[in-house]
């Protein structure tokens, strides 16, 4: 895999979301472990997470995890209606109709006012660097890099629209995103479309034509959701899948 920069794993090869916590906080460092295996669907959806057996997998204290577990039930990525056995929360072709079409609504606007507001020639040449990516289907590290590697270029652009909260808000979605994204693309290679089409977009912030990045953007979008979707439906583990909010389940245990 070519990447410009691997912020996607670990020095040892194995994937992360987020750097490393290193301040000794245990229950941060189960909240982190655990989200990321949720997102990267080491944790599939509808699988049980007690934290006997989270305690286990991890070989963190029960109070570590139980803290962990009660930010992922905030966040939505774990669901405890039965406190007897709480497991993640499933996945639904509504999410990702949903997802995507806040993302629509928001991230063409954030990349426009990016553009007029003037992206620096190092963020430039960060998202030239990103936009140059790609992966294998067979590996996990390497689908794991590209996610984040496609998430960093998302939110550097949002981060440069001028308005914090709907960064903010961006951020919230990208990271819901992850989870819909590595299930459609771990049975499709998309590397070629985004590196045209993400090339395209940089090219649109560097020439400052906002109306041009945010066309492009919306159009990538829309493509992402159609393809998704797509993958999703034809997925030999899943069953019974509608637009309607039918789960995406798996059947891995932890």
Avoid at 47 to 62: A, D, H
Avoid at 84 to 97: E, G
Avoid at 163 to 169: D, S
Wanted: aromatic residues 6%; glycine residues 6%; neutral net charge.
């Amino acid at each position: 895999m070519r990447t410009p920069r691997n912020d996607g794993v670990t020095a040892t090869g194995s994937p992360r979301l987020l750097p490393t916590d290193r301040s000794g906080n245990l229950g941060e460092q189960a909240y982190q472990r655990i989200r990321s295996d949720i997102l990267f669907l080491q944790l599939s959806p509808g699988v049980r997470v007690s934290e006997s057996l989270l305690t286990r997998r991890y070989g963190l204290g029960q109070a570590a995890v139980r803290s962990a577990l009660v930010r992922l039930v905030q966040e939505g990525l774990v669901d405890k209606t039965d406190e007897r056995s709480p497991h993640v929360a499933p996945l639904t072709l509504r999410d990702v109709r949903d997802v995507y079409g806040l993302r629509i609504l928001l991230e063409p606007r954030a990349a426009e006012w990016a553009t007029i507001a003037g992206v620096a020639a190092p963020d430039l040449e960060r998202l030239g660097a990103i936009s140059q990516c790609r992966y294998e289907l067979a590996s996990h590290v390497e689908l794991v890099a590209f996610l984040n590697a496609n998430r960093e270029f998302n939110l550097l652009v949002a981060s440069r629209c001028g308005n914090a909260r709907l960064a903010a808000t961006i951020t919230q979605l990208q990271d819901l995103t992850l989870r819909i994204l590595y299930v459609g693309l771990r049975s499709m290679n998309v590397s070629e479309w985004f590196q045209a089409t993400h090339r395209d977009i940089v090219d649109a912030i560097a020439a400052r034509d906002a109306a041009r990045a945010a066309e492009l953007w919306a159009v990538d979008l829309k493509y992402g959701e159609r393809l998704i979707s797509d993958a999703l439906m034809n997925l030999p583990e899943l069953s019974g899948v509608n637009l309607g909010g039918a789960s995406l389940s798996m059947s891995t245990s932890p």
